[in-house]
């Protein structure tokens, strides 16, 4: 627990006094620890979290209005990513691991028995190496090449990771 902060839950219903979510303990124990400054109290009303279904109903409108109001406008494919990225892609911004696995799964969907789009965790061994060749072959259109996995690859890592302690030990 922070020293300087604590976060608490109060339940208001119907006709009966508020309830701190909080053990007496909790509290006592945050004031000991605190160090001497002014605190300030903030009571705010946390909106209900939507349902499942509600979720799903928000998500299955959005789906269906995007789809309808671009059939009424023409809006394709290719129109609504020209929209999406034309000036709009951020420039300068490192690629991350997230980032790019997310793209993978867009540019080269796997789908299981049913139709449905699987990831990585879900695909079996042949899907996984079909997913990234895929990858590979797309990604080599700009210039980067990324080869054959190595089934060594830890013995490698294992090793540059020895040289760099070596090295780092031997500069000081």
């Known amino acids: 627990m922070a020293k300087d902060k604590i976060t608490y839950y109060i339940q208001k219903l119907d006709g009966k006094k508020p309830v701190p979510e909080l053990k007496t303990l909790d509290l ?3 004031w000991q620890n ?3 400054g002014r605190y300030t ?3 705010k009303r946390i909106p209900k979290e939507k349902s499942y279904q509600q979720v799903k109903t928000v998500f299955g409108l959005m789906i269906a ?3 309808a ?6 809006i394709d494919v290719s129109g609504l990513l020209k ?4 000036d ?3 420039k300068g911004q490192g690629l991350t691991p997230d980032f790019l696995l997310e793209l993978a799964y867009i540019i080269c969907p796997t789908n299981d028995e049913e139709g449905r789009r699987i990831t990585l965790s879900k695909m079996s061994t042949l899907q996984a190496a079909n997913f990234f060749e895929r990858f590979r072959t797309i990604i080599a259109g700009i210039g980067i090449v990324i080869p054959d996995p190595n089934p060594e690859w830890w013995k490698d890592q294992k090793e540059k990771l020895r040289k760099a302690k070596k090295e780092t030990s031997n500069v000081k």
Request: no cysteine.
């Open 65 to 67: 209005q995007t789809i």
């Open 28 to 30: 006592d124990m945050f």
């Open 34 to 36: 605190a160090p001497a």
């Open 83 to 86: 929209y999406l990225l034309v």
């Open 88 to 90: 709009r892609i951020p």
């Open 69 to 74: 109001q671009a059939n009424d406008e023409g």
């Open 41 to 43: 109290v903030e009571l």
